[in-house]
């Protein structure tokens, strides 16, 4: 055998390495196993006995989620301390974990989602929000005919416009402005269909890099993103993931952000006047409520009476506070009515009036806040100013949003924001202009959002805010008002920031949302899939099981039918499997259920390369020749058929690779890199050992 010493050195440095990068997953599952006594621990289970009081349904339940939030404590205290020290390089648990084997969705759990980019909102973002009645009817059609159908949407849209009007030219509803260069005002119908399916085969591309950028900041270790041919949709896997709404919420959200000058509540509580003014003159009298009749309320009584014969009465004292109450509470129902009948809008949406602590006279407060609602009443809000006779007494120019969150003590109260739309309907500033983004904190030390323009809107955040000094300026993302912060002096540089009442982890995805991109299209999720953890671990014991079973079984057919050389097959393929872990580790791969089933496929090959060798050296053996020449002999007429059938199968494995998706590439990587380990450990390192 040439070249023994280069092949030992080869073989070691190998075998360091591998064992270099299992170490990762050994001092990783080392700490995680830490976590999971420490959240066993007697202390646990006497805090959650306690606060069950002997309820052992109740105690059961806070033993796990006690348990939980332990083990996550414990994990997070652990993050940056030093659990893998080499000497020459320390390793926190969270590098360690970065490095260990990933396992999948089907062995670790998480979440599996299919999202829809909305192709008719792409279509009528390209034609500016055209009104126009041809174009409208025709994407109605369209919509209807795309149901269910898999023609491409925007031929269904080109056959629907042609039926409603033969006559109609596309290209003087999509030549708009930003479309000019693309589109002339003379182009024909199907050459404004070629350029649009182009448009949006590429917004359905920015939506896919965009949501691949939004994944990877996500922090979610070896996500599987995919996009489906012809379909518009996209396929995300999440393995690991446990806050599923978070993740619901970063894969929908558009992100859009504006900038919006707004109106000053002085400018505008006239109009609101006079809406409750005609809300009230078009709701029914308290007269034409229908009222219970005399016979319904006796047989009330009644039932009443014979129902406190069944119980326990209450003393003296007790049924006068009853009373007290009862009574306060009717009080307090009527005057509720009687507001909600005289002011049926001012009754759910609370003005910005305040009252002087002087005077006590009230005066309107001031900026862009009209006024408050409660989260439950903010629909009906909605649905008051909506209605066609109420929106006719505003300006055509005022647009109302709701804030994000609370901007007040109260949780549940939400404030409506007047914005002021220019004439061109469009914000003076987008989150286009946004360069970077991320999570800060502000001098009082809440979550916020600094942000980092380019030169062109640096430019126009500077004329925004120079005229608009004592007034303030709306932060909008997707419809809903961030903040309103009150312009005290001109803004240069490019630089601002997102303050609001939400964490710090809300504030992480919004970062990251902005700093990725805005999608050009809603992306709504048509199918999700949540698999437990609990499935993973069986999965995981399901398929370790069949693997050492397979692998057991091997070991012991080459030790009892080729005796001594089988010990040497033996020894060649336990080498194999460290040195296909060490690699998947190396290569940060995912290991999947397929993934072992490769492997399982992978130690078969192994075993027969060594049948073959072994055979034909058994056959020179019967020729006459010595146990040396033998041996040489057997190995060098086994190569041609053992690379013939190893490379024949990762000729295939490569293809599966190429054009398969998730678990095919999952079965595909592992027999790539086991047919090359087993190569290498059937004919280089038995063939060592032998000699």
Known sequence: MQNKGLIRFFAIAFAVVCLYQLSFTYFSRKVEGDAKAYSQSERVHNIAREMASGDELVEMVLMDSLRRTYERFYLDSMKNQTVFNLGIKQYTYKEVKDREINLGLDLKGGMNVTLEISVPDIVRALSGNSQDPTF??????????????????????????????????????????????????????????????????????????????????????????????????????????????????????????????????????????????????????????????????????DTEEIQSEDTLSLDQESDDLLDILSTEADEELQVSEDMAAR???????????????????????????????AIQDTALVNRYLRQPNIKALFPRELKLLWTINSQTEAENILQLIAIKVPSRGEPHLTGDVIVDARQDFSPNGSPEISMTMNSEGAREWRRLTAANIGKSIAIVLDDYVYSFPTVQAEISGGRSSISGNFTVAEAQDLANILRAGSLPAPAKIVEEHIVGPSLGREAISSGLTSFLIAFLLVLIYMAVYYNRAG?????????????????????????????????????????????????????????????????????????????????????????????????????????????????????????????
């Open 136 to 301: 409208v009817a025709a994407m109605q059609k369209a919509i209807e005919a795309n149901q269910g159908s898999r023609e491409n949407f925007v031929t269904l849209l080109g056959e629907a416009f042609n039926e409603t009007d033969p006559n109609a030219s596309l290209a003087a509803i999509f030549s708009t402005p930003e479309m000019r260069d693309r589109i002339s005002f003379n182009a024909t119908n199907d050459e404004v269909l070629s350029v649009l399916d182009n448009e949006v085969n590429d917004a359905i591309d920015r939506s896919f890099q965009i949501l691949r950028t939004r994944i990877d900041r996500f922090g979610v270790a070896q996500p599987n993103i995919q996009k489906l041919q012809n379909s518009g949709r996209i396929l995300v896997e999440l393995p690991g993931i446990k806050e599923q709404d978070r993740v619901r919420r970063l894969l929908q959200g558009t992100a859009r952000l504006e900038f919006w000058e707004t109106y000053e509540i002085s400018e505008l509580y006239s109009f609101f006047a006079e809406a409750n003014e005609r809300l009230r003159e078009g709701l029914p009298t308290p007269e034409a409520e229908i009222l219970l009749d005399e016979e319904t309320q006796q047989e009330a009584i």
């Open 343 to 373: 002011n049926p809008l001012f009754a759910v949406l609370n003005m910005n009036i305040v009252m002087d602590p002087q005077t006590g006279e009230p005066f309107l407060g001031n900026g862009p806040m009209v006024g408050s609602a």
């Open 567 to 691: 010990l040497v097959a033996d020894l060649a393929l336990i080498t194999n499997i460290f040195f296909i872990f060490g690699v998947l580790a190396s290569l940060g791969a995912v290991l999947t259920l397929p993934g072992i089933a490769g492997i399982v496929l992978t130690l078969g090959m192994a075993v027969d390369a060594n049948v073959i060798i072994y055979e034909r050296i058994l056959e020179e053996i019967r020729a006459g020749k010595g146990q040396k020449l033998a041996i040489s002999d057997g190995y060098k007429n086994a190569y041609s058929a053992i690379i013939d059938g190893n490379v024949t199968t990762l000729l295939t494995a490569i293809v599966l690779y190429v054009f398969g998706s998730g678990p095919v590439q999952g079965f595909a990587t592992t027999l790539i890199i086991g047919i090359l380990s087993s190569l290498f450990t059937a004919i280089f390192i038995s063939r060592l050992i032998f000699s």
